[in-house]
């Protein structure tokens, strides 16, 4: 305010203390009545602690409006007058019919002084009856209240938090900013966002929701050292702002599943979604139709095919049907809020595989390719295709053409050079027409057709590689060969065809095979005849060249019979031969590796019984005085010549193995067997020592170093 608003504003409340008059005639509805209020007669004044009437009194200047004073009233409104009171002394009071509103604006011009300290209060009359607000006591001019941040708020998420900044208003620096939020459902809560110092800027950092949408608002007032420094009381709260509404940092992901339609006779399908969107929960404030806190969702397509074109891609807006040519695409639905797109979920609809031949007719000359189809229509941009059949993660082949000439049913052709991109030859092309009356419209595109071609001379590059032959009886055989290079590409092997010819009579025979089959059996051949057989691989267009021939021979029948009785034959020589090299083998081995003799188990040592042979003559047992008890001999080994002593020498122990004079010789028992006499008669066996004769010969060294002496004193006594 100037100097001389000043010095108007302190002249005007001392001109009416000085004109009381006046003042009363100046009374109207728009200026501070110097009169009697209307209900001097009606009870006065609110029972202490009384739950109605006006409260919360605040009386400040505005930015640019004047000054304004504001209050609160419990209790039913209806029939309610209220009357701001004004009082500059004793005795000079004043009042402002505000009828039933809570607000009243007024400017210094009525009647109110503005740079003194004046009291204020609020008094509410209905059915005869006043009630009266707490008493205020302030000078106007220094009370400000701020205004509210204003309605573009800007909102970003930062680290977590919520970030709003906003420009702060003219004039109105050095505030304190408060604010207060609520989600669906729940009270509000305070929180604080500090002093701004920033220049022509203010921000605060609020709580952020996950899965919850939130409703903001924010107040602002001066800050409280300029409140004491200016010596007032507390400055008031502005107002709070306008809603600003947030929805959740994680949008809610719809539940949808989509099914695609087989492709039309138009070269179209369609795409359908089935499911509903989520429903966001939005709080009091926020569910207007542009509140800020709504989820909005799309449809983002993305065609991959025909990567030519100008455009691939195209946002729109959720719907339940899609229709759509045979190409690839991606799909995939985008929520979208105030922060911009959030998480999608995607899905990708793969082209339409048409594996019959097609109605397309592809020539190659010395000059290029040329490729004609039906058309469906004048002026139609057509979208040419063409990628290797293993090569479908690398982008395709394609050209864009304009067809020009319209004869119906009509023909369309394109031709291009060699050098602008030729097909390879021997490889399999999945070869791919769309055409579209708007090209830079997605949706408006259709299949002409989807086929595959198999590049170069499938007549000759068919044919298959490898054949074999495997004799199975006597007029049949198993013809195996590798696949054709055909049978990798979809659609384009028809079938085999196999020949045989008989190269005695020159007839020939020809069988058509399955495409996938690799082996067949030829029967009803000709024994001791020479065939050949060819294998060829035939298109649904063309016939295939021959592979090399392959040539073999039939054998004759022979008789069974004869066949079984020389592997009779066979088998008998073998068996007796076997047995002959056996028994040789047997008496070779008793010649070289003759038995040990056992005496033990010979009869030559053994005294005869009464088994009718002769019996030993005795003369006395004195005979053998050096005999006290029986004993039988055991050899352990014969002695080879040269060893051990000599028995042909006269000695002791020849003369004690000798008979008495007389005494017959003991005769042999001749039933004994055969390998028994030969032991009596002079080669015996080894034997083992009965157990008493063992222990004393074990007893004895000198015995056992004996023993062999006496046993061949025995041998070679005179035998009768």
């Known amino acids: 305010m100037n100097p001389r608003g000043q010095l108007v504003a302190r002249l005007v409340p001392l001109l009416l203390l000085l004109l009381p008059e006046q003042g009363v005639e100046a009374c109207g509805t728009s200026r501070c009545c110097f009169q009697d209020p209307p209900y001097q007669d009606a009870d006065s004044g609110s029972p202490p602690g009384s739950a109605s009437g006006p409260r919360d009194l605040n009386c400040y200047r505005i930015f640019g409006a004047g000054y304004e004073c504001s209050w609160e009233y419990e209790g039913p409104a209806a029939g309610v007058s209220h009357f701001l009171r004004c009082c500059l002394g004793p005795g000079r009071c004043c009042y402002f019919a505000a009828g039933s509103a809570t607000k009243l604006q007024f400017s210094d011009q009525d009647g109110v002084p503005v740079l003194y300290n004046?009291?204020?209060?609020?008094?509410?009359?209905?059915?005869?009856?006043?009630?009266?607000?707490?008493e205020v006591t302030l000078k106007l001019y220094s009370s400000v209240k701020y205004d509210p941040p204003p309605g573009d708020i800007k909102v970003s998420r930062s680290v977590g938090k919520l970030r709003m900044e906003w420009e702060t208003p003219a004039h109105q620096d050095d505030a304190e900013v408060q604010f207060r939020h609520r989600t669906p459902g729940s009270p509000w809560k305070l929180g604080d966002c500090g002093h701004q110092d920033g220049a022509g800027f203010e921000s605060c950092l609020c709580p952020l929701e996950i899965d919850t949408a939130q409703e903001f608002q924010l107040?602002?007032?001066?800050?409280?050292?300029?409140?004491?420094?200016?010596?007032t009381a507390g400055d008031p709260w502005s107002s709070w702002s306008s809603p600003v509404c947030v929805p959740p940092e994680t949008s809610p992901q719809p539940e949808v599943r989509f099914s695609v339609d087989p492709l039309g006779s138009d070269g179209r399908r369609r795409v359908n979604m089935q499911g509903q969107l989520p429903q966001l929960q939005l709080p009091e404030g926020c569910r207007g139709p542009k509140s800020g806190s709504e989820v909005t969702y799309y449809l983002h397509l993305h065609m991959l095919s025909c990567p030519c074109k100008a455009q691939a891609t195209k946002t729109l807006r959720w719907r339940k049907t899609l229709d759509l040519s045979g190409a690839a695409y991606d799909l995939a639905i985008i929520s979208h809020n105030r922060?911009?797109?959030?998480?999608?979920?995607?899905?990708?609809?793969?082209?339409?595989?048409?594996?019959?031949?097609?109605?397309?007719?592809?020539?190659?000359?010395?000059?290029?390719?040329?490729?004609?189809?039906?058309?469906?229509?004048?002026?139609?941009?057509y979208c040419i295709e063409w990628q290797p059949q293993d090569q479908d993660g690398s982008p395709a082949t394609c050209t864009l053409t304009m067809s020009k000439d319209w004869n119906p049913p009509g023909i369309a052709t394109h031709h291009w050079s060699q050098a602008s991109g030729a097909m390879w030859q021997k490889t399999c092309y999945r070869i791919t027409i769309l055409a579209s009356a708007r090209p830079e419209k997605l949706t408006s595109w259709s299949t002409i057709l989807s086929t595959y071609h198999f590049g170069g001379n499938a007549s000759v590059a068919g044919s298959p590689q490898h054949m074999s032959v495997k004799i199975l009886g006597l007029n049949s055989v198993s013809v195996d060969w590798t696949p054709s290079l055909l049978s990798t590409c979809p659609g384009i092997l028809k079938e085999y065809v196999i020949r045989h010819r008989n190269e005695d009579n020159d007839q020939v025979s020809e069988l058509p095979v399955n495409s996938t089959e690799t082996q067949v059996i030829l029967g009803g051949l000709q024994a001791g005849a020479s065939y050949s057989v060819q294998v060829r691989a035939d298109t649904a267009t063309m016939k295939g060249t021959w592979s090399q021939p392959?040539?073999?021979?039939?054998?004759?029948?022979?008789?069974?019979?004869?066949?079984?009785?020389?592997?009779?034959?066979?088998?008998?020589?073998?068996?007796?031969?076997?047995?002959?090299?056996?028994?040789?083998?047997?008496?070779?081995?008793?010649?070289?590796?003759?038995?040990?003799?056992?005496?033990?188990?010979?009869?030559?040592?053994?005294?005869?019984?009464?088994?009718?042979?002769?019996?030993?003559?005795?003369?006395?047992?004195?005979?053998?005085?050096?005999?006290?008890?029986?004993?039988?001999?055991?050899?352990?080994?014969?002695?080879?010549?040269?060893?051990?002593?000599?028995?042909?020498?006269?000695?002791?122990?020849?003369?004690?193995?000798?008979?008495?004079?007389?005494a017959p010789e003991p005769a042999l028992d001749t039933k004994l067997p055969l390998e028994e006499r030969r032991q009596v008669q002079g080669y015996p066996e080894a034997g083992a020592l009965w157990p008493r004769e063992q222990d004393s010969l074990e007893d004895s060294p000198a015995q056992v170093a004996e023993l062999p002496l006496l046993l061949e004193d025995l041998m070679l006594s005179p035998r009768s």
């Open 339 to 381: 922060f911009g797109p959030g998480p999608n979920q995607s899905w990708h609809i793969p082209a339409h595989m048409h594996t019959e031949p097609g109605a397309l007719n592809i020539s190659v000359k010395a000059n290029g390719t040329t490729m004609s189809w039906p058309a469906r229509a004048p002026r139609l941009m």
């Open 219 to 231: 107040r602002r007032r001066r800050q409280r050292w300029r409140q004491q420094w200016l010596g």
């Open 550 to 662: 392959q040539h073999f021979r039939m054998e004759v029948q022979v008789f069974k019979l004869s066949i079984f009785l020389a592997s009779l034959g066979s088998f008998l020589i073998s068996l007796l031969l076997g047995i002959f090299v056996y028994l040789s083998l047997k008496r070779a081995f008793r010649h070289l590796c003759p038995p040990l003799p056992t005496p033990c188990a010979s009869t030559a040592i053994e005294f005869p019984g009464s088994h009718g042979k002769q019996d030993w003559q005795w003369t006395s047992a004195a005979d053998f005085p050096e005999e006290e008890e029986e004993e039988a001999l055991v050899v352990t080994m014969p002695w080879e010549k040269g060893e051990g002593p000599d028995l042909d020498t006269p000695g002791p122990l020849r003369d004690k193995m000798e008979l008495p004079p007389g």
């Open 118 to 134: 004046v009291t204020l209060w609020v008094e509410s009359w209905a059915t005869n009856r006043m009630e009266k607000s707490p």
